[in-house]
C-alpha cells in the first residue's frame, strides 16, 4: 500500500473515531414496584407456574397450580387494597414505570374486580367431580393432553393415564397479568401490548375443552382470526395517532388534540392540522375495544366462542374481559379526547343502539343455553356504552359498578352450567332444562335469580346496574339512548322468564339430564354469585359510592 493511500486510511479512520460527539449514558428505567405490586404478583406466579409444570411431578401439579393460583390472585387483590388504603386512588393517583401505567382510582376498581372474579372463576377451572371417574381417576373440563389429536390413540392413553391440562392456571394467570395492566394502560404500545398479553392465553383456553374438542378447537380459530383482525385494526390506529401527535403517550396526544401543547415543532406543526389522522386513527383504535367488549358489528365472534369454549373458561373470559376492555375504553375517551366528545358520541350511540336490540332479539331466537347467554352478554354491552356514552363523572361511576355487578352473575350463571349434565357432558340444549326445577330446586332456584339479575328486576344487582347506567346517560343528554336500553331490557325480559318458565312449569323429561353435585368450589363460585347479586340489589348505595369514589382519572 503506498504512503499516500496509508494516510488517506489514518484520515478516514481519524473521521470516524473523532467525529463523534460524547453522549450521556443511557439512564436506569425508574419503577415503582409497589404500585406495581398486584400486577407483578401476578405475572411472577404465573412464570413460576411455567416452572412447575416443568419440574413438579405430574401427579402434584394440579393441587400446586391451583393453590399458586388462588394465592397468587389473592395476594395480589390485598395490594389493590394496601394501594387504594394508601391513597392511591385518589390524594396519591399519579403515573407509574416511566409513564407506561397509570395508577388512579378507576385502575384500581378495575383491577380489584377483575381479581376478584379471577379467584371465583378459577375455582371453576379447579373442579373436578362433575364428570364420572375415568380410569380410576378424577377427571376436569380440560382435555387429557391439549396437543394430541381428538379421537386419536394418543388421546385415548392421556385419559386412560390420568393426564390433565394443568398448564390453564398459569395461562389464566398470564391472562389476568394482562387485563390488570389494559385499564391502566396511559400509552397506546402499553395498550397493545397488554390487549396481546391477555388474549394469546385466552385463544389457547378456547381450545382445550375435554368433551367436544373439535367444536373447542373451532372457537379458538374463529376467536384467534377475529382477535388478528382486531389487533391490526388497534395497531394501526396507534400509528396513525402516533403519526398526528409525535407520541404514543396519552397526555401528550391530549394536549396535541386540544391545542395546549407547549412546545411545537414543524414537523407537529404539520400533523396537527389533519384531523384525518386523528379521526381515522382513534376510529381504529375504539374498533379494536369494540371487538374486545363484542359490540355490534364486532360482535360475530362471542356466541360460537362462547359456545364452544370450556364453560369455566367462558364464564371467566366472559366477565374479566369486558371488565378490562371497558376500562380501556372509557380511559381512551375520557382522558385522551375528551375534546372530541362531539365526533365520537354520535358514532358510539349508533353502536350502543345496535347493540342493545341485536343482542337482545337475536337472544330469542337461541337454544343452546350458552348462545343465549352469549348474546345476552352482547346486549349488556350495549347497555354499559350507554353509561360510557353519558361523558360525565355519573357516566365513569355506574359503568365502574355495572361491570363489578355484572361480572359476578355472569361467572355464577356459567358455574350453574357446568352442572346440569347427560351422558355426553354438559347438558346446554334448552330442552334439556324442562322440569329442572322438579328435578332439582336448588339449582334451578339460583340460576332462576342470575337470570332475573341479567334480566335487571328490582332486587337484583343488574337493576341496581341498569339504573345507574340509564340515569347517567339521560343527565348526559342521552335520553333517546335510555328509551332504547328500556325497550331492549323488556325484549331482554322475555327470553330469561321464558327459560325460568321451562324449569318450573314445564315437565322434565324422563331421559332428561342430571344435576351433578359439586365440590366445595363450584359450590364456592355460585354462593359467591348468588350473594354479591342480592346485596348489590338489595343494598347498592355503599358501593355505587365507592365508584363514585374510584371514578376520577389521572393525567
Avoid at 386540544?258 to 404539520?270: F, K
Avoid at 369454549?309 to 374479566?320: I, R, S
Avoid at 355487578?405 to 350453574?416: E, H, L, P, R
Wanted: a neutral charge; one cysteine or more; proline letters at 5%.
Amino acid at each position: 500500500m503506498s504512503a499516500t493511500a496509508v494516510h488517506a486510511a489514518a484520515a478516514v479512520h481519524n473521521l470516524w473515531t473523532t467525529a463523534a460527539e460524547p453522549v450521556d449514558k443511557i439512564g436506569a428505567p425508574t419503577i415503582e414496584y409497589t404500585q406495581l405490586a398486584p400486577t407483578l404478583i401476578v405475572v411472577g406466579a404465573a412464570v413460576l407456574g411455567v416452572l412447575l409444570e416443568a419440574f413438579v411431578p405430574r401427579r402434584a401439579r394440579y393441587h400446586a397450580q391451583v393453590f399458586l393460583t388462588v394465592v397468587a390472585l389473592a395476594a395480589a387483590f390485598a395490594a389493590v387494597i394496601g394501594l387504594a388504603a394508601g391513597g392511591y386512588g385518589s390524594t396519591k393517583a399519579g403515573i407509574a414505570a416511566m409513564g407506561a401505567i397509570a395508577v388512579d382510582g378507576p385502575a384500581l376498581f378495575l383491577q380489584g374486580t377483575i381479581l376478584l372474579a379471577s379467584v371465583v372463576a378459577v375455582f371453576t377451572f379447579a373442579e373436578r367431580r362433575l364428570d364420572p371417574v375415568h380410569h380410576g381417576h378424577r377427571i376436569d373440563s380440560f382435555a387429557a393432553e391439549a396437543a394430541a389429536v381428538p379421537g386419536s390413540e394418543h388421546e385415548k392413553a392421556a385419559v386412560k393415564a390420568g393426564f390433565t391440562t394443568t398448564e390453564v392456571f398459569p395461562l389464566a394467570l398470564f391472562a389476568v397479568g394482562g387485563m390488570l395492566v389494559f385499564p391502566a394502560a396511559n400509552d397506546l404500545l402499553t395498550l397493545f401490548i397488554a390487549l396481546e398479553v391477555f388474549s394469546l392465553p385466552l385463544y389457547l383456553l378456547c381450545a382445550v375443552a375435554r368433551r367436544k374438542r373439535l367444536m373447542s378447537q373451532e372457537a379458538a380459530v374463529k376467536y384467534f382470526l377475529l382477535g388478528a383482525f382486531s389487533s391490526a385494526f388497534l395497531l394501526f390506529g396507534i400509528a396513525l395517532l402516533y403519526g398526528y401527535a409525535g407520541s404514543v403517550s396519552y397526555a401528550r396526544i391530549a394536549e396535541v388534540v386540544d391545542g395546549s401543547v407547549a412546545a411545537v415543532t414543524p414537523a407537529l406543526a404539520e400533523t396537527m392540522g389533519s384531523d384525518v389522522l386523528l379521526l381515522i386513527g382513534f376510529a381504529m383504535v375504539l374498533t379494536g375495544l369494540l371487538f374486545k367488549v363484542g359490540a355490534v358489528p364486532f360482535h360475530m365472534w362471542t356466541p360460537d366462542v362462547y359456545q364452544g369454549a370450556p364453560t369455566p373458561v367462558t364464564g371467566f373470559m366472559a366477565a374479566a374481559t369486558k371488565v378490562a376492555a371497558f376500562g380501556a375504553m372509557l380511559r381512551l375517551l375520557y382522558v385522551v379526547v375528551p375534546g372530541l366528545s362531539w365526533d365520537w358520541r354520535p358514532v358510539m350511540w349508533g353502536v350502543a343502539i345496535v347493540t342493545m336490540l341485536a343482542g337482545a332479539i337475536v337472544a330469542i331466537t337461541q337454544t343452546d343455553i350458552k348462545r343465549l347467554l352469549a348474546y345476552s352478554s352482547i346486549a349488556h354491552a350495549g347497555f354499559i356504552l350507554a353509561g360510557v356514552i353519558a361523558a360525565n363523572p355519573d357516566g365513569i361511576s355506574s359503568v365502574l359498578f355495572y361491570l363489578a355487578a355484572y361480572s359476578f352473575v355472569t361467572i355464577g350463571a356459567f358455574a350453574v352450567v357446568t352442572l346440569v349434565r347427560d351422558a355426553g357432558g354438559e347438558a346446554t340444549h334448552l330442552s334439556k332444562w324442562a322440569g329442572l326445577g322438579r328435578r332439582s330446586p336448588l339449582v334451578a332456584a339460583v340460576f332462576a335469580v342470575f337470570l332475573l339479575a341479567f334480566a335487571g328486576i328490582p332486587l337484583t344487582s343488574g337493576f341496581s346496574g341498569k339504573f345507574a347506567v340509564f340515569k347517567a346517560a339521560a343527565e348526559g343528554g342521552a335520553g333517546v339512548l335510555v328509551v332504547v336500553g328500556v325497550i331492549s331490557s323488556a325484549i331482554a325480559a322475555f327470553f330469561y322468564i321464558r327459560v325460568i318458565v321451562l324449569m318450573f312449569f314445564s315437565e322434565p323429561r324422563p331421559e332428561g339430564p342430571t344435576v351433578a353435585v359439586p365440590s366445595p368450589l363450584t359450590m364456592t363460585t355460585i354462593a359467591v354469585g348468588v350473594a354479591v347479586t342480592l346485596v348489590l340489589g338489595v343494598a347498592p348505595q355503599y358501593f355505587l359510592d365507592l365508584a363514585g369514589q374510584a371514578g376520577t382519572f389521572v393525567r
